[in-house]
């Protein structure tokens, strides 16, 4: 059974980072054909999907967000990372992360229980 927690910084200023952790469990995250997503969600709006890191390490972005975000890897935690900079209060949102294995990385199996981000001006 894949298990993926999202850990972080539930506040974080204007302007700044926001870096986000998903541990995963069950499954190694290099493992074939597992892509990796973020996707983050606003109240009573459909989810917005971030981006994925793949199990070969290949990433791929929302280009709406790809000057902003960026996902790594930690092979040796099995965790991957969502760092998004240069944030605003408009960034507010639940962030998930996600996982398919082989089915379309936006519409993901495996989800994380979410954590609640806030950007404070």
């Known amino acids: 059974q894949v298990q993926l927690r999202e850990s972080g910084p539930g506040l974080v200023k204007s302007s700044q980072t926001l870096s986000l952790t998903c541990s995963v469990s069950?499954?190694?995250?290099?493992?074939?054909?597992?892509?990796w997503s973020w996707i983050r969600q606003f109240p009573e709006k459909e989810p917005e999907w971030i981006g994925y890191?793949?199990?070969?390490?290949?990433?791929s972005y929302s280009p709406s967000l790809e000057s902003r975000a960026s996902i790594s890897r930690d092979t040796s935690k099995n965790q991957f990372t969502l760092d998004l900079n240069s944030v605003s209060p408009e960034d507010t949102a639940v962030y998930y992360c996600?996982?398919?294995?082989?089915?379309?990385?936006?519409?993901?199996?495996?989800w994380g229980q979410g954590t609640q981000v806030t950007v404070s001006s």
């Open positions: 996600a996982t398919t294995r082989g089915g379309s990385p936006k519409e993901p199996d495996y």
């Open positions: 069950g499954v190694s995250i290099t493992t074939a054909y597992y892509h």
């Open positions: 890191i793949a199990y070969n390490g290949r990433t």
